[in-house]
């Protein structure tokens, strides 16, 4: 494979679930986070909607009901994955709105109401986890056993660099790993803060269920930084997320492009060097991916704007070591 392979805020909303037992309920419940992404005990803000989706007025909602911190329900993955046990206390969730009355509300259909909420990831739930679910269940009144959808938050621990990739469909977030890539994160920091490489790029090459790839001077997958870097293969498998830097057929011959994977492809893995994965802006990425294109080249120019990195306190970015 030739040098070609690849999140504006994020508003995670989905269709909230109804009790079972009550399937004529009017009410819908969702839940919104504007960032994807966050460090243990940063404040996270949150909207919980309530929505009249059924035919006839619904019962009256109550302020005690609605504003129960204990409404708010948060699980950090066990070690084999998938939604845990261990719930967030109710004093880490705090009710902001002081919108509803004191008589509560009743929604007409087609009718919402919206209620704000300010949230910390605390560090019994955030110790050994890299991503958090949420969800709003009514505990009270007419909306008890009420799910809204789920939320997922990706942990960060303030020990890495942060990417800000900014393009002309959105903003992507990135961790970087140097860890396990040193030498291709000292480059790809060196490249984007130092040299300004990848300001007014474009992405040259995306491919639907599968990434979207920019950084080539050229804009046609063809230029360099002027050198090539030594491959750093590690055990982390191209999944969807992942951030790869492309490279030719020939050992050692990576440089300046990279890749976002919008796609598991697990056949990369031990073949291309993974030093990175996406925080924010997954939604952007697949809508690159998305573009119309021709021969995996996109008919109009997608923008790569400007990529910058944000170094934890005391972080010294090495000298590259050049192949």
Known sequence: ???????????????????????????????????????????????????????????????????????????????GGGAGSAKWKAEFAVATSDAVPAGGILLHPGETFTLQMSVRIPDSVAEGARVVYMEWKGRDGPMKDFRSNQVVLTLQDGKRPIATVETSEGTIVLELWPEKAPNHVANFITLANERKFYDKRIFHRVIRGFMVQTGCPEGTGTG????????????????????????????????????????????????????????????????????????????????????????????????????
């Open 1 to 79: 494979m030739r040098s070609s392979i690849l999140i504006s805020t994020l508003l995670v909303v989905a269709t909230g679930l109804c009790a079972q037992d009550d399937p004529k309920h009017p009410y819908d419940l969702s839940i919104a986070a504007k960032r994807a992404s966050v460090f243990p005990q940063q404040a996270v803000d949150l909207t919980i909607t309530v929505k009249n989706d059924g035919e006839t007025p619904g019962p009256n909602l109550t302020r005690a009901s609605l504003l129960a911190v204990k409404n708010l329900v948060c699980a950090s993955p066990p070690a």
């Open 224 to 323: 360099s930084p002027g050198y090539t870097i030594p491959d750093e293969f590690n055990d982390t498998s191209f999944r969807k997320g992942i951030l790869g830097m492309a490279k030719t057929g020939a050992p050692n011959s990576a440089g300046c492009q990279f890749f976002v994977m919008v796609a598991d492809k697990t056949h990369l893995d031990g073949k291309y060097t993974a030093f990175g994965r996406v925080l924010e802006g997954q939604d952007v990425a697949d809508k690159i991916s998305n573009v119309r294109a021709q021969q995996d080249r996109p008919l109009q120019d997608v923008k790569l704007k400007k990529v910058r990195v944000a170094l934890p306190k005391g972080y010294v970015n090495p000298k590259i070591k050049k192949s």
